[in-house]
């Protein structure tokens, strides 16, 4: 090494902070090639007495240079957290690993205990993965609290190989009587996809002891994503949530919304640019009405929600405490739905908590078909794992729905060719009727819903008949979770026209009877206000799909309207009339 370069590396060393048991070289530009470019290090390194902290990043090093520091190494049995992101810059991909191997191997023989290990923005991919394999795997990091692995390139294998090695320390860690309770996780920016994603959640769900998730920009869709849901069920500690930039769609945000159902702790959800979408939207909102107690911050920005599921998110996290932030930005409100959200914000008093609209999206193309992953033929595809995935989160798919009991061949009969005299010859076996709906299949509930409802008529019995039976079956629709109900609520406004919905779901030609039966559901003691407020917003827009039925639409409206005073009455009585004004102007639901 040149004499110049020795005197460069001193002067650095010397400004290096060192002292409370870290000793530093963060960020200082280093291009350390061989045993002798480290020889002051080096020495910095074996004089340290107590040594508990090491930070390399914003360097580089070689393979020798790494080889000597870990010399320096295998008597720091005290060290705890090594800061090594950043550290292989400019040096070819397969000298990594190797150098890997020997900083692993030298904390094993010392003995070390890690708390904290960050090896990100080292582009190392499977390989390096490798490099840590036996470090991760070893004695050294049964203590290991926070592994940061952020861009490292690490690919469907290297998340493979990292899940078993991570399986692997929490079984023996166990055998030595301390158990692998891993509370962070960062694996951001490294081309997962959903086979790395599913062998990782694997992994969490054993652990239980994340308290962090980190894992954006992965190439995820809801495949990967409902694997994770049920992974993070199991981890009750949970706090922070990052999900940014992968692909959920309607499934994969059912999936995710069941597994925050269990989670009591959450603070931070980011699911921004992840095609939540209208749907995903309301079943967020439904569980922001039944849980996350402490949630601070909720991202769902660029997830092409519209105006009326956005306004529904807003209502539902006006009772939330602790409340900082809401990210709806990048969304397809057009003008006059941001600015009918910053008024309802506003006029709450949480003008303050709505992040910046200012890339909303504009109003969503009425032709745009929205299929994407949610079609009929992907289905079949899913592997079993997929399907034990999909029973622990509860969400419905026809395939693996528990056998119905047979129904009754009137029933049946009505079902299929529904009529006034059909119903009516059902008499008291109506009751039999409701209970042959699937309450977890929201698309077979709404069917059966508007199907009976088209029946509504002014004769006396008729209309006692329809009414009865209505409220029936909304009863037990509404009897259960939140999420149930505003699965079934959103899956109704799509099969209205209402909502834009993903998969194939069959629009109704819309009757007056259907709307009318909904303002006699909305007046009683089972239809919340919660889900009066979700209606009401989309019932608010000039609709093609409701022209046909003009006068029962007002009527609709009008008790939809008397619901939501009553609402803003018990939030905020002295804004109630400045918020009602506000919802004058027609809400845009598609």
């Not at 191997?105 to 890690?114: C, F, H, Q, T, Y």
């Not at 960062?186 to 990782?200: D, S, T, V, Y």
């Not at 029933?411 to 008499?427: A, D, H, K, M, Q």
């Not at 509404?478 to 834009?500: E, P, R």
Request: glycine share 8%; aromatic share 4%.
């Amino acid at each position: 090494m040149a004499s110049d370069d020795i005197a460069q590396l001193a002067d650095a060393l010397a400004k290096t902070h060192v002292g409370d048991g870290e000793l530093s070289y963060k960020g200082l530009g280093l291009k350390l090639d061989d045993a002798e470019s480290v020889e002051e290090l080096v020495r910095e390194i074996e004089q340290y007495q107590g040594l508990r902290a090491l930070r390399l990043e914003g360097n580089t090093f070689g393979v020798e240079a790494a080889r000597a520091i870990a010399k320096a190494l295998e008597s720091k049995d005290l060290l705890q957290r090594c800061y090594w992101s950043d550290m292989f810059t400019g040096r070819l991909r397969c000298e990594i690993p190797t150098a890997l191997r020997s900083l692993g191997s030298a904390l094993m023989s010392a003995g070390a205990r890690l708390t904290e290990l960050d090896l990100s923005d080292n582009a190392f991919g499977p390989d390096g993965v490798k490099g840590i394999e036996q470090l991760l795997k070893s004695p050294s990091c049964h203590s290991l609290r926070e592994l940061r692995l952020n861009n490292c390139g690490m690919g469907i294998g290297g998340g493979k190989i990292l899940a078993e090695a991570l399986i692997d320390c929490h079984r023996q860690s166990l055998s030595h009587g301390a158990q692998f309770k891993l509370r962070v996780f960062i694996a951001g920016r490294n081309r997962l996809e959903n086979e790395g994603a599913r062998a990782l959640a694997k992994a969490f769900q054993l652990m239980g002891s994340l308290e962090e998730v980190h894992m954006p920009q992965n190439g995820i869709n809801h495949k990967g994503v409902m694997a994770l849901a049920s992974a993070m069920r199991h981890n009750p500690e949970l706090r922070v949530l990052n999900l940014n930039d992968n692909t959920f769609t309607k499934r994969g945000t059912l999936a995710m919304v069941q597994a925050l159902r269990y989670l009591r702790h959450v603070q931070v959800i980011n699911f921004g640019d992840c095609l939540v979408r209208s749907e995903g939207a309301i079943a967020l909102a439904a569980v922001l009405r039944e849980g996350l107690p402490i949630l601070r911050e909720l991202n769902l920005s660029f997830g092409e929600i519209t105006e009326a599921a956005a306004l529904v998110v807003a209502q539902a996290v006006l009772d939330h405490p602790h409340m900082e932030k809401v990210d709806l930005n990048g969304n397809c409100l057009g003008e006059e739905g941001c600015e009918a959200l910053r008024e309802t914000m506003e006029n709450m008093d949480k003008g303050d908590m709505l992040a910046s609209l200012s890339d909303d999206e504009g109003e969503p193309d009425d032709e745009d078909d929205d299929d994407d992953e949610e079609d009929d033929d992907e289905v079949s595809e899913d592997n079993e794992d997929d399907e034990e995935i999909v029973k622990e989160n509860g969400v419905s798919r026809k395939d693996n729905s528990p056998p119905k009991r047979h129904s009754p061949a009137e029933i049946t009969s009505f079902l299929s060719c529904p009529s006034v005299e059909e119903l009516l010859r059902l008499g008291e076996t109506r009751t039999n009727l409701v209970q042959q709906i699937d309450v977890s299949d929201p698309h077979e509930a709404a069917d059966v819903l508007l199907k009976i409802a088209s029946l509504y008529g002014e004769e006396p019995e008729t209309k006692t008949a329809v009414l009865e039976t209505i409220d029936d079956v909304l009863k037990r629709l509404f009897c259960g979770s939140a999420i149930q109900s505003y699965c079934f609520l959103s899956t109704l406004l799509v099969m209205m026209g209402l909502l834009k919905g993903e998969g194939k779901i069959k629009k109704v030609s819309l009757v007056p009877g259907q709307l009318l039966c909904l303002e006699h559901a909305v007046q009683q003691h089972y239809f919340s206000q919660h889900h009066a407020l979700l209606l009401n917003n989309f019932m608010s827009k000039n609709s093609d799909a409701l022209k046909s039925c003009s006068a029962a639409r007002e009527k609709l409206s009008s008790a939809l309207e008397k619901s939501e005073r009553r609402t803003f009455r018990k939030l905020c009585p002295i804004t109630t009339t400045t918020l009602l004004l506000t919802r004058s102007s027609p809400v845009r639901a598609l």
